[in-house]
């Protein structure tokens, strides 16, 4: 497996993050639409992996300097 740079995983870390609250917030147009709503649900799934797999991926040194903070996104 290719290592990509923190900074790379740092930026993945956001995009999720920004992902999961764009389709939070917008979800209440499309909840009629079937499939909107499903592809919209797995989205906001989804991310959280990709979060995960970032931080777990970044190194100690960098993990070391960051303060993780769990939020409710609700």
């Not at 999961?20 to 147009?29: C, G």
């Not at 649900?41 to 100690?60: C, K, M, Q, T, W």
């Amino acid at each position: 497996m290719n290592p990509r740079p923190d900074v790379v995983r740092l930026d993945d870390i956001n995009y999720a993050i920004t992902k999961i609250i764009e389709f939070k917030d917008s979800f209440y147009l499309y909840e009629r639409d079937e499939y909107l709503r499903t592809v919209f649900f797995d989205a906001i799934l989804y991310n959280p992996v990709i979060i995960g797999e970032a931080v777990r991926n970044l190194s100690h040194a960098t993990r070391s300097k960051i303060s993780f903070e769990k939020r409710n996104l609700s």
